[in-house]
């Protein structure tokens, strides 16, 4: 797999309408792994809400390949705080929970992530969580299992990821469940069996858009 970055700006001319600029911080799940830049959620998400009159634009997205909460902290969350956002989302774990990364560490740094974020954005409620999928049901998931159960330990993790979210009152996505219809429609998977296709991650980001509007009206 390789890393794509990009800076891909998609703003609308709405008048009178507050400038969103939007960081996208992740992992292959949130870069579009499986297909091209322009069908990731992040950009599909910026057209939709502009298109629905919000000025927004995709002012970057560091997200990369294999990178954990770790990889937030120390090679993303510089480019977040320089690229001064005021709405941010984060979509990050499953690869703590592939190299074997335990929960307390990851509740840790999950914690760490959250409140760097929150300290820098202008208002601390234009932020939006999002669960991790569960690769599992994938062709190919279980090539990285190492023996355990894969929505058992996806799930825990977003167990974490809910309660921090809710003790600070922050909106989230859950892409667990439905993540699961990978495992029934190959139509979802992109040709390496593990990431979305284009569809899958079209059919992702038509849950994570009424949450943002929500957060952004």
Not at 8 to 37: H, N, P, R, V, W
Not at 113 to 127: G, H, R, T
């Amino acid at each position: 797999m390789h890393y794509h970055p990009y800076r891909f700006i998609f703003s609308s001319s709405a008048y009178g309408k507050e400038q969103i600029y939007l960081c996208c911080l992740g992992d292959s799940y949130t870069i579009g792994t499986g297909t091209t830049a322009e069908n990731s959620w992040p950009v599909l998400l910026s057209k939709h809400l502009s298109e629905n009159g919000v000025s927004i634009v995709l002012a970057v997205n560091p997200s990369h390949n294999g990178w954990t909460t770790k990889d937030v902290i120390e090679r993303e969350l510089p480019v977040f705080e320089s690229s001064n956002p005021n709405f941010a989302t984060l979509l990050i774990g499953v690869n703590d929970w592939v190299q074997g990364m335990d929960e307390k560490t990851f509740r840790k740094n999950l914690v760490y992530i959250i409140e760097k974020v929150q300290a820098k954005l202008p208002d601390k409620s234009k932020f939006v969580l999002i669960t991790i999928p569960d690769f599992g049901v994938t062709p190919t998931g279980a090539m990285y299992s190492n023996g355990r159960d894969i929505s058992k330990g996806i799930a825990d993790f977003n167990s974490i990821i809910l309660e921090e979210a809710k003790k600070r009152e922050i909106k989230t996505v859950d892409l667990y469940a439905q993540s699961k219809e990978m495992g029934k429609d190959k139509s979802l998977v992109a040709d390496d069996g593990l990431h979305p296709s284009a569809k899958g991650y079209a059919v992702w980001e038509k849950l994570i858009y009424p949450v943002v509007y929500s957060v952004l009206k």
